[in-house]
């Protein structure tokens, strides 16, 4: 079965970095545009940033710009949220994506806290 597995996550103070990973199994991944999702409490799920199939079209929210970085390697099926100078306002449970025409599938999410 598909499987997307977040890893990561973690408590750190404002200005700190984090590195997430997503871990794709169960799916031809290299055919899958993959997503970096959050959702903070009482908010709604938002779009963080994508990238396209083969790496070369990224999609960045406008208040991530600048400070996170998506990367994907097709032949290990993993994808990299590189996150730099975290603010309070990154804490969100961050959820991996992959998308292929009507193929929609989720991880778990992992939890980032930014606090001082």
């Known amino acids: 079965q598909v499987q997307l597995v977040e890893s990561g996550g973690d408590s750190v103070q404002p200005g700190g970095s984090l590195r997430l990973s997503c871990a794709a199994s169960?799916?031809?991944?290299?055919?899958?545009?993959m997503s970096w999702y959050r959702q903070a409490p009482g908010k709604e799920r938002e779009l963080v940033v994508s990238i396209s199939t083969v790496g070369v079209g990224r999609n960045y929210a406008d208040s991530v710009k600048g400070r996170f970085t998506i990367s994907r390697d097709n032949y290990k099926n993993t994808v990299t949220l590189q996150m730099n100078s975290l603010k309070p306002e990154d804490t969100a449970v961050y959820y991996c994506?992959?998308?292929?025409?009507?193929?929609?599938?989720w991880g778990q999410g992992t939890q980032v806290t930014v606090s001082s």
């Open positions: 169960g799916i031809t991944f290299s055919n899958y545009v």
């Open positions: 994506n992959a998308k292929m025409a009507w193929y929609d599938y």
